[in-house]
Structure formats: structure tokens, C-alpha cells
């Protein structure tokens, strides 16, 4: 069933639903790139110790840069989670070095495994699924390994594809002894999540389904990125609202989503694991955000979303 067709309980309360709101800021993962590591002093300040932080691969980056983020990441107390965009892997020895190094020199265990946006592959690996057979995530010490969930689908591959390849990723980390979680590209209506989140269960698939989505960052940032990450339609359908270039300019923040999660929670209606940020808007600014919101700095608004203070 539709979770958003069912029989609607009565709303929570306001010091119920702020709770929720409050917990998810505080569960939260968060991103950076390699460039944003001299803010991760600051960042001490802003989030809790041991937070997962993502480490994104930025076009013509090194795989030694991954290394001395991660352990810039680890240094700084957090929990370091490097991108690996398997379509740059050029051969088995750096792939094994690369994940030997993570493993070694920042305490990493659990790296995201993605594709990446690229028309061909440089080496052997051609999908996510073509890592995970090697076995080398496993012989490194990897415990975990996070891969890519598309609610939406992706405006490149057919959606059936995305399926198959969203479930295949699952039974080769659980075959190979590691924990998977899925985390989504990231989306502005909660609704193809919930319908996702609730296809997932429904077949049985009961493993942790991360929500992503997008910092606070300008609205013309944030469509720039959706056009090279190939996010889905609620993304791109922001382009077509704006109704002036002034808009473009102006903040887009989360608060309506994260609001909206926060009820379908409360209700009942899904389980999701939680969300993560996506730092368009810089890293600082989506920490400052998240320690607004998991400080209880903020008020419900009447439309639908919430104010930090």
C-alpha cells in the first residue's frame, strides 16, 4: 500500500515533532571535499565526536588525496567514509594499495562505492558490482561498505537497471560478510522515497536506507549539481519555480523535507535510517545548520517546514 494513500492518524504535537526533527540533526551524516579540510577545526565545534563524514572525489583528484582527507577525517575525531567512483580505478594494485591506505592510515571502515558519472571506465571495473566480486573490500579490513540508492531513478539509466543493480549491490556486500547501507541521490519531495523505502521492505530488503539530501545552498548551486550528479526529477523540477533570477540566488534549504521525514517517522509510515547532508553550500554552513537544528535552535513554520534560529 501507498504509504502516503493510508488513513492519516491525527498530527503529533509540536514538542513531538520537534524532538524528531531534533534527533534527525543530531544522527546526521554530513560531507566534504578535499578542499574543505582546513574547516574541519571549526567543524569540532559544530558536530558530535565520532559523526560520519563522507569524503567526496572531486574531478582530477588522486586517490592519495582521499587518503589525507580521510585521515584528516580521523585526526579531527570523526568517522571518515571516502568516496570511491570504481569507474576511476585504472587497475586491482590501486585499488588493494588504495584501500590498504584507508584502512591503514585513517581507521576507515566503510568506504561509498559508487560508478560516477563517467560515459566509460579507465580500468577493469565497470560497476559497483564488478568491486564487490573481487573480494578486496573484505581482505582490507572493510567492514561495511555503502552504496547508492536512486528513489527517483537516474535520467541516464533505465529504471528497471537501477532496480536490479540497487539489489545485486545489496547480496554481494551481505555474501561477502560486509554490512551494507544504502544512501539515496539526493531529493527535495519526500514522496519517491517513502514509495521507495516501502517497495524495499515490502520485498524484504531490510538493510539501512540513508535519506540524501542537499545543505543549505543557493538554489542556483544546487541545480548545478543536480545537472552533473544526474539527480532525479524533484531536483530538476526546482529550475522550472524560481520565476526570477533573484530566486536563483536565494537559499534553498532542507526544512521541508526533513519536516516531512520527520512526520512519515512519527506515523509510523517508514523506517529509514537518517539522513545526510550534501555540502553544496560549503561544509561550515550545512554544519552550522545541523547544530542549529539538533541544538533545538529552530520553530515550526505554517508551511510545512521549520526556521533555524
Given at each position: 500500500?501507498?504509504?502516503?494513500?493510508?488513513?492519516?492518524?491525527?498530527?503529533?504535537?509540536?514538542?513531538?515533532?520537534?524532538?524528531?526533527?531534533?534527533?534527525?540533526?543530531?544522527?546526521?551524516?554530513?560531507?566534504?571535499?578535499?578542499?574543505?579540510?582546513?574547516?574541519?577545526?571549526?567543524?569540532?565545534?559544530?558536530?558530535?565526536?565520532?559523526?560520519?563524514?563522507?569524503?567526496?572525489?572531486?574531478?582530477?583528484?588522486?586517490?592519495?588525496?582521499?587518503?589525507?582527507?580521510?585521515?584528516?577525517?580521523?585526526?579531527?575525531g570523526f568517522e571518515p567514509v571516502p568516496?570511491?567512483?570504481?569507474?576511476?580505478?585504472?587497475?586491482?594494485?590501486?585499488?588493494?594499495?588504495?584501500?590498504?591506505?584507508?584502512?591503514?592510515?585513517?581507521?576507515?571502515?566503510?568506504?561509498?562505492?559508487?560508478?560516477?558519472?563517467?560515459?566509460?571506465?579507465?580500468?577493469?571495473?565497470e560497476s559497483v558490482s564488478d568491486v564487490?566480486?573481487?573480494?578486496?573490500?573484505?581482505?582490507?579490513?572493510?567492514?561495511?561498505?555503502?552504496?547508492?540508492?536512486?528513489?527517483?531513478?537516474?535520467?541516464?539509466?533505465?529504471?528497471?537497471?537501477?532496480?536490479?543493480?540497487?539489489?545485486?549491490?545489496?547480496?554481494?556486500?551481505?555474501?561477502?560478510?560486509?554490512?551494507?547501507?544504502?544512501?539515496?541521490?539526493?531529493?527535495?519531495?519526500?514522496?519517491?522515497?517513502?514509495?521507495?523505502?516501502?517497495?524495499?521492505?515490502?520485498?524484504?530488503?531490510?538493510?539501512?536506507?540513508?535519506?540524501?539530501?542537499?545543505?543549505?545552498?543557493?538554489?542556483?548551486?544546487?541545480?548545478?549539481?543536480?545537472?552533473?550528479?544526474?539527480?532525479?526529477?524533484?531536483?530538476?523540477?526546482?529550475?522550472?519555480?524560481?520565476?526570477?533570477?533573484?530566486?536563483?540566488?536565494?537559499?534553498?534549504?532542507?526544512?521541508?523535507?526533513?519536516?516531512?521525514?520527520?512526520?512519515?517517522?512519527?506515523?509510523?509510515?517508514?523506517?529509514?535510517?537518517?539522513?545526510?547532508?550534501?555540502?553544496?553550500?560549503?561544509?561550515?554552513?550545512?554544519?552550522?545548520?545541523?547544530?542549529?537544528?539538533?541544538?533545538?535552535?529552530?520553530?515550526?513554520?505554517?508551511?510545512?517546514?521549520?526556521?533555524?534560529?
Open positions: 500500500m501507498n504509504p502516503l494513500h493510508r488513513t492519516q492518524p491525527a498530527p503529533a504535537s509540536d514538542s513531538t515533532l520537534t524532538a524528531a526533527i531534533v534527533e534527525l540533526a543530531r544522527e546526521a551524516s554530513i560531507e566534504l571535499n578535499v578542499q574543505d579540510v582546513l574547516h574541519l577545526p571549526a567543524s569540532r565545534a559544530l558536530l558530535p565526536p565520532g559523526q560520519r563524514i563522507y569524503v567526496s572525489f572531486l574531478p582530477k583528484q588522486s586517490w592519495q588525496q582521499t587518503v589525507a582527507a580521510s585521515v584528516a577525517v580521523s585526526s579531527a568516496h570511491l567512483p570504481v569507474r576511476l580505478i585504472p587497475d586491482q594494485k590501486t585499488l588493494e594499495q588504495t584501500l590498504s591506505d584507508l584502512v591503514g592510515q585513517a581507521q576507515v571502515h566503510e568506504v561509498l562505492l559508487i560508478a560516477g558519472d563517467y560515459d566509460s571506465a579507465v580500468g577493469p571495473y564487490l566480486r573481487t573480494g578486496a573490500l573484505e581482505r582490507a579490513g572493510m567492514r561495511r561498505v555503502c552504496v547508492a540508492g536512486h528513489p527517483e531513478g537516474h535520467p541516464k539509466v533505465a529504471l528497471d537497471v537501477i532496480r536490479r543493480a540497487e539489489r545485486e549491490k545489496l547480496e554481494l556486500a551481505a555474501n561477502a560478510g560486509l554490512i551494507p547501507r544504502l544512501l539515496t541521490q539526493f531529493f527535495s519531495e519526500p514522496e519517491p522515497f517513502l514509495m521507495w523505502m516501502e517497495e524495499l521492505r515490502r520485498e524484504g530488503i531490510r538493510v539501512e536506507a540513508v535519506a540524501g539530501m542537499a545543505g543549505p545552498s543557493r538554489l542556483a548551486t544546487l541545480l548545478k549539481f543536480a545537472l552533473r550528479c544526474g539527480a532525479g526529477p524533484s531536483i530538476r523540477a526546482l529550475g522550472a519555480r524560481p520565476g526570477s533570477f533573484a530566486k536563483l540566488l536565494s537559499d534553498h534549504g532542507p526544512e521541508n523535507l526533513v519536516r516531512a521525514l520527520a512526520v512519515a517517522r512519527l506515523r509510523a509510515e517508514t523506517d529509514f535510517s537518517g539522513v545526510h547532508l550534501f555540502c553544496f553550500g560549503g561544509l561550515l554552513r550545512s554544519c552550522e545548520w545541523l547544530h542549529a537544528i539538533a541544538g533545538c535552535r529552530f520553530r515550526l513554520t505554517d508551511d510545512s517546514g521549520f526556521a533555524p534560529e
